[in-house]
């Protein structure tokens, strides 16, 4: 039965309960301070640099009582696909990248293949920034529920509203798209049990099973995207019977209000990741 279980894989979009000070931040400080740290991850090259933001990042999920065991289930349906680009980064990305704080050495050259420092270096960082990320999105989207997250990121968008950004409408199809992913996780596994019932053998043997596997993935990407495709319909149905017509003029029922530890929480992240972008040029490897 676990070759049909999606659902449990699927950790991003998930609301975990809680009363952690994570949990207890404005929807704004969250969305913040979750830029921040992509910002600094984004362009943190080194070792050292990227070594630190897996340790701040860990202690964020720690502080928001949140279990790992749960956070890193959600890689598991990313493994392949991570083993395969670090496998193209490492043989073919030899000389393309020059490793931070290392001279560029070949490790290893025969034909077409090249695996050197930088490969190297370009593969460990790469998944260390995956699980950087992992640990952000699963941090803000399991201590905010979508609602908050739409509050917030209307918030946000709307001093952009006078040079007409549509906030209102951005926020909400952010929210749809983080509430469609466990619904495909969903229907995936109902499709899959549905063909398996039918006589569909879906477990394969052989050297070469992972081509037979993905023949069968793209048998179901068809009625996976007909399904996704109604439910958006059924959406937009249901929006119009409701006459709905955008955020212009609309009154907003919940009120945001920052309080001291959104002060020193926004304070916080903005200060270490000014730090990491400012001296990331300085860590040694």
């Known amino acids: ?122 593969v460990i960082v790469s998944a260390l920034r995956f699980v950087e990320l992992l640990f952000l999105t699963s941090l803000l989207t399991n201590t905010t529920t979508l609602s908050d997250l739409t509050h917030g990121m209307e918030a946000m968008l709307r001093p952009f509203s006078r040079v007409g950004l549509p906030a209102h409408e951005l926020s909400l199809v952010a929210t749809v798209a983080l509430r469609f992913i466990p619904l495909l996780a969903e229907q995936l596994e109902i499709i899959m049990k549905a063909q398996a019932s039918r006589g569909v053998s879906l477990a394969h043997q052989g050297r070469f099973r992972f081509v037979a596997t993905a023949r069968q993935m793209a048998a179901l990407v068809v009625p996976l995207f007909i399904d996704a495709f109604r439910r958006a319909e059924d959406l937009i149905l249901a929006m119009q019977a409701r006459c709905y017509v955008g955020g212009r003029g609309r009154s907003h029922f919940v009120r945001l209000k920052f309080r001291q530890t959104d002060y020193i929480a926004y304070a916080l992240g903005l200060s270490f990741s000014a730090a990491m972008l400012v001296f990331r040029n300085r860590f040694p490897i």
């Open 1 to 122: 039965m676990e070759d049909f279980e999606f659902l449990r894989y699927v950790t991003i979009g998930q609301y975990l309960p809680g009363d952690s000070v994570v949990h207890r931040l404005d929807p704004r400080t969250k969305l913040s301070v979750f830029l921040f740290l992509t910002l600094a991850v984004t362009f943190s090259l080194s070792y050292t640099g990227n070594l630190i933001l897996v340790a701040v990042t860990l202690g964020l999920v720690l502080l928001a009582r949140l279990p790992l065991g749960y956070i890193f289930a959600g890689l598991k349906p990313a493994v392949p696909l991570i083993i395969i680009l670090a496998v193209l980064q490492l043989l073919f990305y030899g000389d393309a990248y020059v490793p931070y704080g290392m001279a560029a050495q070949t490790l290893f050259q025969k034909g077409w293949i090249h695996i050197t420092t930088g490969s190297v270096q370009l």
